[in-house]
């Protein structure tokens, strides 16, 4: 079933791949953040994380795991700096969009991918 909770307040650092989400009702949650530019037409989300030695590293494994078992993503919104090399600082957060359910996670060769099943954007 899709978490359909408010959230009040999403809380990041710059370099950190999770956030920190307050809900309306007061429980508090870590999610993961996931890139607003991967998210495909209709509800389709697919980040090809081009960066295989990334993927075998243990933040990795952690923010797939943390996606995994929450079923639920921080949406966020970033700028490219194109001078650098992905996962090391290539994306600057500007915000987030909002807190959103997903649904058959796929993580192999080819990324990321998975379903965007409802959620509560920033409003």
Not at 2 to 22: F, L, M, S, Y
Not at 34 to 41: A, G, K, L, P, S
Not at 78 to 86: A, G, I, Y
Request: net charge positive.
């Amino acid at each position: 079933m899709a978490d359909t909770r408010a959230w009040k307040k999403i809380t990041g650092r710059q370099g950190d791949w999770n956030a920190r989400v307050e809900y309306d009702d007061g429980s508090i949650e870590e999610l993961a953040c996931v890139h607003d530019r991967f998210w495909r037409d209709g509800r389709t989300y697919h980040d090809p994380w081009d960066g295989a030695h990334l993927r075998s590293s243990k933040k990795f494994q952690k923010h797939l795991e943390l996606i995994r078992s929450k079923q639920r993503v921080v949406m966020t919104s970033n700028k490219m700096d194109q001078s650098r090399l992905r996962g090391h600082g290539a994306m600057k957060r500007l915000n987030y969009r909002g807190v959103f359910n997903i649904k058959d996670l796929i993580s192999d060769g080819n990324g990321i991918r998975f379903t965007i099943n409802g959620g509560v954007p920033k409003t």
